[in-house]
């Protein structure tokens, strides 16, 4: 049994729009109303998969929901064509795509019954991603079957979870047992905190971790309050490597030091405010990056936003960062501009799991002849723009619901559908 880590992208769905859905999320409410492009979105997603395979990477994928979500607009007492315009945009939106909030995923060597859990997060802090879980569980059931995995429902409301995107493993390589650390929000501030403390710890039960090595750490009040509606908007880790904003966490002082005492050979990367403040951390999304190993020895990579480039503070940090000793070797930047444009980067757009790449089922996992099958139903089939006010058009939704039954057959996934 070799683990590795697959990073499984949520492929960007035919109904990606901007309806500037989340309070809390500037690059949201900043594009609120503008027209999308979901056929470039979805491609720019694939371009991104395609590069971390070329990387020598693991990649696999998580299917875009089916949308509008008419169950969900039925449980509401209304559908589609009478709903209001706000109600009428959570059951359209295609939020599912950010993979980072599917689920919180414990891989083997850290649990007590020796399986990978997977936990898909409840979501409930914002209305049009409250009704993702079903979709996503279903999806983990069939990617996850085997007896390598237990694969956990929803935490129960009121505890806000989204999954992975406030949850890091430190651990000397990805098959080693992690220190868990689950990072939370304490609301209060200007935007809700969407982590709550008690479904982070209810999951670290249920997955059956050691306590011992188990860290529940506040995210900063500042960094909520800048735009960091996730952890992971200011913070990533890799094997024995947290890289993070100096401004993260409520008590840095104390995080750091258990991450020491638990794990002395750590690395922490820390940005000062003074070189990347928090504002230009959270456009250019520096820390919303994928940091991954590279196999062969060769150290890690940052595979981060275009927008990353573009900062001068922040690419200047970076350079010197790399020009040094620092343990981050090579910077890959990608565009997945339309999914920025939402507040989604490029680690917004994936689940990591660490396992036996032969116990997934294997529809889930994706090479360049894969790729290129789906990019071709993309190509064909996703809406070329959506104006976020024009989403009632029927034409629209015919075109929307056509675009995901073809990717399911090409995948051949129909049981999703
Ligand atoms: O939940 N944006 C998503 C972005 C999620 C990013 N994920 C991570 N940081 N892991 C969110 O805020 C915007 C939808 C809209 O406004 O149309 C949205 O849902």
Redesign the pocket.
């Known amino acids: 049994m070799s683990l590795s880590e697959i990073n499984f992208d949520g492929i960007i769905g035919p109904s990606h ?6 309070i ?2 500037l ?3 900043r ?2 109303g503008h027209v999308s492009q979901p056929r470039a979105a979805a491609i720019q997603g694939l371009a991104k998969m395609r590069a971390n395979i070329a990387l020598g990477l693991t990649q696999g994928i998580l299917l875009p929901h089916d949308r509008p979500n008419n169950g969900w607009l039925e449980s509401l007492g209304t559908d589609f064509a009478r709903a209001e315009a706000h109600i009428r ?1 959570c059951a359209f ?3 599912p795509m ?1 993979a ?2 599917a689920a919180t995923v414990s891989p083997a060597p850290d649990t007590a019954d020796g399986t990978c859990h997977l936990s898909v997060a409840n ?1 409930v802090t ?1 209305p ?2 409250s009704h993702e879980w079903p979709g996503t569980l279903a999806q983990l059931r069939i990617a996850f079957a085997g007896p390598a995995f237990t694969v956990h429902g929803p935490v129960p409301a009121p505890f806000g979870d ?4 406030n949850h890091m493993r430190l651990c000397a390589s990805h098959g080693a047992a992690a220190i868990e650390v689950f990072v939370y929000g304490k609301s209060g501030g200007p935007f809700p905190a ?1 982590q709550h403390v008690e479904a982070s710890k209810a999951i670290a039960r249920r997955h059956g971790l050691d306590p011992v090595r188990t860290l529940f750490v506040q995210q900063s009040e500042g960094a909520i309050a800048a735009g960091a ?2 952890n ?2 200011v913070a990533v880790a890799n094997e024995r490597v947290l890289f993070t904003h100096e401004d993260a966490f409520a008590d840095k002082h104390a995080f750091y030091a258990d991450l020491r005492r638990l794990m002395p050979e750590v690395e922490i990367v820390e940005v000062p405010a003074a070189r990347v403040s928090l504002a230009d951390a959270i456009t250019s999304y520096l820390f ?1 990056a994928q940091l991954v190993t590279l196999p062969g020895g060769a150290g890690m990579a940052l595979i981060l936003p275009t927008e990353a480039r573009d900062t001068p503070s922040v690419w200047n940090w970076l350079e010197e960062h790399v020009a040094g000793n620092g343990p981050i070797r090579r910077l890959e930047p990608v565009d997945v501009r339309q ?1 920025m444009a ?4 490029p ?3 994936r689940l990591r799991v660490v396992c036996d790449p032969a116990t997934v089922d294997p529809r889930f996992l994706v090479d360049d002849a894969r790729l290129a099958a789906i990019e071709a139903v993309v190509a064909a089939h996703w809406p070329e723009t959506i104006d ?1 006010s024009a989403i009632d058009s029927p034409a629209l939704v015919d075109q929307v619901r056509a675009a995901r039954r073809a990717l399911l057959e090409v995948l051949d996934l129909v049981e999703l559908a």
């Open positions: 729009n901007y309806a500037g859905l989340s809390g999320n690059a949201s409410a594009n609120a945009a939106s295609a939020s950010w980072a909030n979501l914002m049009h991603r989204e999954g992975a995107a969407r509606f996730h992971d908007v919303n999914s939402n507040g989604g980067g680690a917004c757009l976020a």
